[in-house]
């Protein structure tokens, strides 16, 4: 066993509304042996009171003497430069995990730019200053790949809106840090116990509510292809310090030339000028880059499949004259609402016992209902590092282990 002194400390940013939580309690279990001798963990929520969804576990975590919570403003560099500084007593931190970044599409591009791609590139260059061996960026799945086939690293994803343009540009801010150990990992639509974010946990909630009706729920989108890979909360954790454990020997330098990929300019040229740290649009970036999704390979018909089943009901499409109706209408999401958030509230009141607060919705925004093609290929993160799935497929297991977790604390109705 690991003494706690040979063991890494560890900065976890940002993410506390997405999976910093899933991967705290991957480093400091609630039983058995913590992977790190410290974990801080920084955001701009406050845990107590909350001012964002817990979960029933988090809060357990964070009362393990391992681990420090901070609520910190990250757009502020004093506090950036200051939240590297250890406690009294432990040394400098070893990784750092940035789960940082604007994750609402509706965000205009200044909030994205001040949120995503400054905190990240202030955290970046105090890293390199204080010499830590990995610099793990988690980026997410706001990109548009095409259906046919999967996508490895080496292909280049169109960046999904303004949100996908700016967490890509992020990536190549990051790649421009001199002497920043750098390792990215590109993950696919995250679901799992206590994750409330993203869209697999929108259609698990609304695939409930059709069960509950007793009706087939319907997609909008053709019964086409339509890749949405999946990735289980548990692997994003197992994956990330994997990463961590492989770049920390190796460096940036050797990490490149084992696993560099070019990442390619998607902007426009006149903002280089305009965002601070931003590389000249011609520069030749590279950095290391792994995709990871589980073995399911998810598409929009197998994720609705698989939930609709688990509830009792079925999948279905609209017929193409009510499709053409819905995607040209924009009180067609108010439309489609109606029957999801109706049907939800009503669960919700006959719970028993009765539910009194829920983080979970079955509205559905706009964004949620467009269509998303995320196709990766997760070869290359087996092959160089021997990475393991912990959750290959996305299935009943899973949903039933995410519904139960969430009766238990008091946030899914029970009937």
Not at 62 to 68: F, G, I, Q, T, W
Not at 393 to 415: A, T
């Amino acid at each position: 066993m690991v003494d706690g002194s040979s063991k890494p400390n560890v900065l976890i940013c940002g993410g506390v509304n997405t999976y910093s939580r899933a991967l705290a309690a991957f480093l400091v279990p609630l039983e058995g042996e913590p992977l790190v001798s410290h974990l801080r963990i920084v955001d701009k929520y406050s845990v107590v009171p909350a001012t964002t969804y817990l979960g029933a576990e988090f809060p357990k975590v964070l009362a393990k003497p391992e681990v420090d919570y901070k609520q910190a403003n990250l757009t502020v560099l004093s506090i950036v430069q200051s939240i590297f500084d250890p406690p009294e007593g432990q040394g400098p931190y070893d990784y750092v995990f940035d789960l940082t970044g604007e994750v609402r599409y509706d965000r205009t591009e200044m909030i994205q730019i001040n949120t995503t791609c400054n905190v990240a590139r202030m955290l970046g260059q105090e890293a390199a200053k204080r010499k830590v061996k990995a610099y793990v960026r988690i980026t997410l799945p706001f990109y548009e790949t095409t259906s046919k086939g999967t996508h490895d690293e080496k292909d280049d994803p169109k960046p999904d809106g303004t949100i996908g343009i700016w967490w890509h540009e992020t990536l190549r801010i990051l790649s421009a840090i001199e002497n920043l150990n750098l390792v990215i990992l590109r993950v696919g639509f995250v679901y799992g116990p206590y994750v409330e974010f993203g869209d697999t946990t929108s259609a698990i909630t609304v695939g409930s509510v059709y069960g509950y009706l007793k009706k087939p729920m319907k997609s909008v989108w053709s019964p086409g292809k339509n890749p949405t890979n999946t990735l289980h909360v548990d692997d994003l954790a197992g994956a990330a310090w994997t990463l961590a454990q492989w770049i920390g020997p190796l460096g940036r330098k050797e990490a490149d030339s084992l696993a560099g990929e070019s990442i390619i300019f998607h902007n426009e040229k006149s903002k280089v000028s305009q965002v601070e740290g931003m590389p000249p649009h011609d520069q030749k970036l590279v950095a290391p880059l792994f995709n990871l999704v589980d073995d399911s390979n998810s598409t929009l018909l197998s994720v609705g499949q698989t939930v609709t089943s688990f509830f009792g009901t079925t999948f279905d499409f609209f017929n193409l004259g009510e499709r053409t109706m819905y995607k040209f209408m924009d009180d067609a999401v108010e439309d489609i609402n109606e029957h999801h958030v109706g049907g939800w509230t009503q669960m919700i009141q006959s719970s028993n016992p009765p539910i009194p607060n829920t983080p979970l919705s079955a509205y559905m925004d706009k964004y949620a209902l467009e269509k998303h093609i995320v196709a990766f290929s997760n070869t290359k993160i087996k092959e160089v590092t021997g990475y393991k799935l912990k959750q290959p497929q996305f299935n009943h297991d899973g949903i039933k282990e995410i519904v139960d977790k969430w009766k238990e604390e008091g946030s899914w109705p029970i009937l």
